[in-house]
């Protein structure tokens, strides 16, 4: 492919130097004639085909470099075809030209030629993707490129098209040759202005000067036919080989910038000063034809007239667009983009008027609601449905409260409710009939999804604090949330002082991880045919300085609200395995073959996770395949395209167990689409009170355990007829109160001193 591009930038190169050549040699044989003929007609015409001829073979170059886009090969594909057609029209023209007929003059074959270069030229310049912000801008472009091809044409008219005339008589090929003189000058302009619209986004830097110098030069050399009486010259003999020049030359660095791959800038718009400058141009001359009294006064001062009307225009566009704007901009402050609804600002504004009535006793509730679990369905299905979701849910708040009442979003899956001049029972039933309202199942990108809200409500009137009364409302939201979601609460003090017990918690934990009150047990998983000790499962306590042991119900939701699960997840795992190597370098054999440590899905989201467990691994010398992590079911539907590193996992050789099994909702599924190789079989199963189930269940799992391939333990086995009943069905490991409760490592390494470490004979 490099040698391809440099062949390419070869060729583009040579290409150059011909064209070089050829537009020196029609100026100097031009410069020669000016006076007389004085060298063969041949040479004044013989360069205008060959120019064009070199042009097209360049433009073609490009036009086929696959390195380019689409748009952009299309571009110069049109303009080859295009100039194909001057060659055409300019062998038409020199041989018109040899054969005696004035210079000047265009033969039907030498007009067809060069309209036709027009006509496809424009075709290239339409074709040019254009990129706008808005319809607005669209129209300004369109008055702009209107305004300056009207002053355009005004020029070309008076220094061009009406000189040809009037010289020639208005004869039919004369008109016909300044009607195509006019054309070509507008779609100068035209191209000059389009290319600068769109050209940035697709042409290489370089291209545009050069494509505006061949159209602009080409048309002024082309003005200059009016300054020329002899018949033997046409500035076309010196027109077309300096125009193909510089098209050769745009194509030279278009075929540059892909060879060294330049990135292309994007577009940009008009200069927005060019239409004044272009009126201010016909107004002068304007002003010089009525001081000569000259016969075009009349139609370049309709020019004028024309161009001011466009100029206002456009004005106006601008005007009505920033009203718009600023009328946006005002609702973006006060309103959310994504739901329309009031933003925190216009909310904080409504409850401070609700709070700042004359009557005192005006009551004012405000009502916090907190979607749960939201996290998941952006996680699992793509924020894109977790915005449609938001959506849906602010049609339902503003369909279960009253007309009068404040509906905001704060942020996230957060929104709150202004319930002003409404008693306390009257804002607890407007409370749940927000929670009703979102009851029903919500259609979201095709998705079907229960919603489940927690509200917390706080009552207040007149002449209290905004800030406190959301406090408030927050406070009962996280107890909402603390009773399992779903509900609606009131603000209490009792909830306070237990939401600051919550806080100083995580705060303690903190410090916890860190200044070694952490401890793990480890609860021994056993083979239930033997009682041999053939795992461990780590445990993680806290003995708190102040309140003695806390237990893990406790602290682990804690350390999930805050992100503390992260570092203390880690702390287990690196602890955990620290012992696990300790005691097989040891005990050899007798150690556990298993070490099982759980893990949450925010530490499974968290980036790095998989590199941090294959260092403690590498860290502390326990081979991955004695490692066992565990995940819930709830973890496993959380963790969304986490999942995959659960393969990573696998992948290195830990071994992933299904904790719970049996207790969630989508357990066959689940099984599907996980890399798990164990099952843990929750202790309802093991612990069931109904006799006529207690063993059917048990024996589904295990037989669907058979089929997939997958190991087995049961959990919660407190009781001798428990384990016998577990084995007969043919479960092989166990662990619960009936071998032993979480034990701390010294004991573990205890049990290791017997030969065989068994745990049979334990009683609950």
Same mark, same amino acid.
């Given at each position: ?275 004044? /400058? ?39 566009? /601008? ?135 927690? /509200? ?140 099982? /440590? ?167």
């Amino acid at each position: 492919m490099n040698g391809e591009a440099e062949a390419r930038r070869v060729g583009a190169g040579a290409l150059v130097g011909v064209s070089v050549l050829l537009a020196g040699f029609a100026v100097t044989v031009f410069a020669l004639n000016v006076a007389g003929i004085r060298t063969p007609s041949l040479l004044l015409w013989s360069a205008m085909p060959l120019a064009s001829a070199v042009a097209v073979i360049s433009l073609a170059g490009v036009a086929r470099n696959p390195a380019l886009p689409p748009a952009t090969r299309h571009f110069w594909r049109d303009l080859a075809i295009s100039t194909g057609f001057v060659v055409a029209g300019s062998l038409a023209h020199a041989f018109d030209g040899l054969r005696g007929l004035p210079a000047m003059t265009l033969s039907t074959a030498a007009a067809l030629g060069y309209g036709g270069s027009v006509v496809v030229n424009m075709w290239a310049m339409v074709r040019l993707p254009l990129r706008f912000g808005s319809r607005g801008d669209v129209l300004r472009a369109a008055l702009d490129g209107l305004t300056v091809l009207l002053a355009a044409g005004a020029f070309s008219w008076h220094f061009v098209t009406r000189p040809m005339m009037d010289g020639a008589g208005f004869a039919a090929t004369a008109v016909l040759a300044a009607s195509l003189t006019m054309a070509l000058n507008l779609l100068s302009l035209f191209a000059v202005g389009k290319v600068a619209l769109a050209g940035r986004g697709h042409l290489a830097p370089g291209v545009l000067p050069m494509l505006t110098l061949a159209l602009v030069g080409g048309t002024t050399i082309a003005a200059g036919q009016r300054f020329v009486d002899e018949p033997w010259l046409s500035s076309a003999q010196v027109a077309v080989p300096v125009v193909m020049l510089c098209t050769v030359l745009a194509a030279r660095n278009q075929a540059r910038a892909a060879a060294g791959r330049r990135r292309v800038r994007a577009g940009r718009r008009l200069p927005s000063w060019l239409p004044y /400058v272009a009126i201010a141009a016909v107004d002068t001359l304007l002003l010089a034809l009525i001081a000569t009294g000259h016969d075009d006064a009349l139609p370049i001062g309709a020019v004028a007239v024309v161009l001011t009307g466009l100029v206002v225009a456009r004005q106006q566009t /601008v005007f009505r667009e920033n009203a718009s704007l600023v009328a946006r901009l005002d609702h973006g402050a006060t309103h959310d983009t994504l739901t329309g609804l009031p933003n925190r600002a216009l909310f904080t504004e409504r409850l401070d008027a609700a709070l700042a009535a004359d009557d005192q006793d005006t009551p004012v509730s405000v009502a916090l609601i907190d979607l749960d679990d939201f996290k998941t369905v952006n996680d699992t299905l793509g924020h894109g449905v977790g915005d449609a979701l938001l959506v849906a849910v602010a049609d339902r708040l503003n369909g279960a409260v009253r007309a009068g009442d404040t509906v905001a979003r704060l942020g996230g899956d957060e929104f709150v409710v202004v319930l002003a001049d409404i008693d306390e029972d009257a804002a607890e039933a407007a409370g749940h009939r927000i929670i009703a309202a979102l009851a029903e199942p919500v259609v979201a990108q095709g998705h079907e999804l229960l919603v489940r809200a927690s /509200v917390g409500l706080a009552n207040g009137h007149s002449g209290q604090d905004a800030a406190d009364l959301l406090r408030r409302a927050d406070i009962a939201m996280y107890a909402a949330k603390h009773d399992g979601g779903g509900g609606v609460r009131c603000y209490s003090d009792v909830m306070a002082v237990s939401i600051a017990d919550i806080a100083a918690l995580g705060a303690q934990l903190r410090h916890a991880i860190n200044d070694g009150q952490l401890f793990l047990q480890y609860q021994p998983i056993v083979a239930l045919d033997t009682g041999r000790l053939r795992g461990v499962e780590a445990l993680v306590r806290w003995a708190h300085p102040e309140r003695g042991i806390v237990p893990p119900v406790e602290f682990i939701p804690v350390a999930e609200r805050t992100g503390l699960i992260v570092p203390l997840g880690d702390w287990v795992l690196r602890e955990a395995c620290a012992q696990l190597a300790a005691w097989r370098s040891e005990h050899g054999d007798r150690a556990p073959r298993m070490l099982n /440590v759980n893990v949450s899905a925010r530490q499974l989201r968290e980036t790095g996770f998989v590199e941090r467990v294959a260092a403690i691994l590498n860290e502390t010398g326990v081979p991955a395949h004695r490692l066992t992590l565990e995940i819930t079911e709830s973890t496993a539907v959380a963790l969304g395209e986490a999942v995959t590193r659960l393969d990573d996992l696998r992948r290195m050789g830990i071994r992933i167990a299904l904790d719970d099994f049996g207790t969630g909702a989508s357990t066959l599924t689940l099984l599907h689409e996980l890399p798990v190789d164990q099952l843990k079989l929750d202790r309802s199963f093991t612990q069931g009170t109904d006799t006529s189930r207690r063993d059917t269940m048990p024996a589904a799992v295990i037989a669907l355990a058979d089929a997939v391939g997958l190991d087995l333990v049961a959990e919660g086995v407190e009781t001798g007829d428990q384990a016998a009943r577990l084995a007969e069905l043919g479960y092989q490991h166990a662990q619960g109160y009936h071998f032993a409760r979480p034990l701390p490592a010294a004991a573990v390494q205890a049990l290791m001193a017997e030969h065989p470490p068994t745990l049979a004979t334990a009683d609950a």
